[in-house]
């Protein structure tokens, strides 16, 4: 049968072989990502066949991309999965006092849910639509608690799941729980509250729900145990998720070493660092995945690599508060491993490379202290060694196809010496061209396979602007809207 050059329709896997090309190809030998010029990347069903130089046998179509990167699909450890709330208090500080921290009257009147179900259900699927927009083709799915009643619920993750078979994106979810919550009291002090009953309640409902959707799509969708934030958990509560990820055979993601509060608030529970606290449980193996590590001491750093702990770096999210990873070259060479992730909108991952690498030079204080290329590693193989998958985030035979085409045609990236090095440098997510995930196309050209997203923009603003409607109930003495986010320069 003749070749066809066609682009097989979106959310479509299309039978027979397909080879991609474009000016470059990121392979990977065996050790590490390797460039071809004009190299050629065969698939054929949902794995890689072929990657590397000039193709020598048959396929159904060839894909050429001209002027572009075919690179192995970005992995995101923390991907925002609702509607990014920090945008709020960019510039109206401080944060706590403009409903990043619930006061003690909100919860006495009772905290309620300040988003209907079906809203939850489609802000997964518009957050699922823009991480394929951006190239990452493996999402470990964030949600703020900070206006849900308690925790996260299976019916919303359910919703997930058949957003990312809909959708086509490769995802490990499971609903956030917590046996407590940060809150402030009348005076402006810090103060937890605690339920551990409730934490117990979203631990087996979590596990119910990865009992039951793990492995569908084909495998597009994984388990995960998600306990919110260390602080917020328990001791018991910490052992019983650590013995079911055991069970289950699946990653733990627990947000730790983020921030001033909450090394006070573990000193004050349990006067240690999270690493400390989870070592003496038993709780601290290489089923963990940590996002932030900004506040994590020295010694902190020693027990992450000892213990097989993966740092998750968000570096543009913690250079908006005020922090840098100390630092991430420091880390990786004292062997913790290092993967990405983008924790805000646009998830953005070029952009948060380029934050990273800007930020660790200044760390070290020297130009030399890391490249683009250890960003890219930690961007795609670092998260396949956190997530234990060495069939993601690489392009070799026998790995699933999951696969990003950047464009390199940009008047802004012109003249391109080094493809990666030119994206950290000049591009972002908008220059992604092509999404392949599981060997079927789930993005091309702005399109998302069954995806309205100039109608789901809309949408979007407007349970935005709902929420925020809602803001004087849960902020600190409950002012209007009006001051509690000011615009950047008068409103005439």
């Not at 066809?4 to 050790?31: C, I, Y």
């Not at 401080?94 to 009147?109: A, C």
């Not at 799509?217 to 001791?235: I, M």
Request: hydrophobic share 45%; glycine share 10%.
């Amino acid at each position: 049968m003749p070749t066809s050059h066609a682009m097989p329709p979106l959310g479509v896997r299309p039978r027979g072989r397909s080879l991609l090309t474009a000016d470059w190809l990121l392979a990977h030998d065996g050790f590490s990502h390797v460039f071809h010029r004009n190299g050629e990347l065969v698939i054929e069903g949902q794995r890689v066949l072929y990657a590397g130089p000039k193709f020598p046998g048959e396929v159904a179509r060839r894909l050429d991309f001209g002027a572009a990167l075919i690179s192995p699909g970005l992995i995101d450890l923390d991907a925002l999965s609702d509607l990014d709330t920090y945008t709020l208090v960019l510039d109206n500080q401080p944060g706590w006092s403009r409903g990043r921290t619930l006061p003690e009257t909100y919860l006495r009147r009772g905290p309620y849910e300040m988003y209907a179900p079906e809203e939850l259900a489609f802000q997964k699927r518009y957050a699922f639509a823009t991480l394929l927009l951006n190239g990452i083709t493996t999402a470990l799915p964030i949600a703020s608690l900070y206006y849900r009643e308690w925790a996260e619920t299976v019916e919303e993750f359910d919703a997930a799941a058949d957003a990312a078979k809909d959708l086509g994106l490769r995802v490990f979810l499971g609903p956030a729980y917590r046996s407590g919550g940060t809150y402030v009291d009348g005076s402006g002090a810090f103060q937890m509250q605690f339920d551990e009953a409730r934490g117990f309640q979203g631990l087996g409902d979590a596990i119910e729900f990865i009992r039951r959707r793990a492995g569908d799509g084909g495998g597009l969708v994984n388990g995960l145990l998600a306990p919110d934030r260390v602080e917020t958990n328990t001791a018991a509560l910490m052992r019983a998720t650590m013995a079911a990820a055991e069970n289950l055979d699946v990653p733990v993601r627990l947000h730790m070493a983020q921030g001033k509060l909450e090394l006070q608030m573990m000193q004050r529970l349990h006067g240690r660092t999270a690493a400390e606290w989870l070592v003496g449980l038993g709780a601290f193996n290489h089923r963990l995945i940590a996002p932030h590590g900004t506040h994590a001491t020295a010694s902190d750093i020693g027990l992450y690599a000892e213990h097989g702990v993966t740092l998750a770096h968000s570096p543009l999210v913690s250079a908006r508060m005020g922090s840098v990873l100390n630092s991430f070259a420091a880390i990786r060479a004292r062997g913790v491993n290092i993967g990405m992730a983008t924790d805000t909108a646009p998830p953005d991952m070029w952009m948060n490379m380029l934050m990273g690498l800007s930020a660790c030079r200044i760390a070290e204080g020297r130009s030399d202290a890391a490249f683009s290329a250890d960003f890219f590693e930690a961007a795609t193989l670092g998260g396949a060694r956190a997530l234990h998958r060495p069939d993601l985030g690489r392009l070799s035979p026998g790995a699933l196809a999951d696969i990003a085409v950047f464009r390199l045609d940009d008047p802004h990236m012109t003249p391109t010496v080094d493809p990666i090095t030119t994206l950290a440098l000049g591009g972002n997510g908008k220059v992604t061209e092509a999404v392949f995930v599981d060997g079927r196309l789930s993005m091309y050209r702005g399109r998302v396979a069954g995806f309205d997203m100039a109608q789901a923009r809309v949408r979007a603003q407007a349970q935005f602007d709902g929420l925020i409607a809602k803001y004087p109930d849960r902020s600190f003495s409950h002012p209007p809207v009006e001051q509690l986010f000011r615009p950047s320069f008068p409103l005439r």
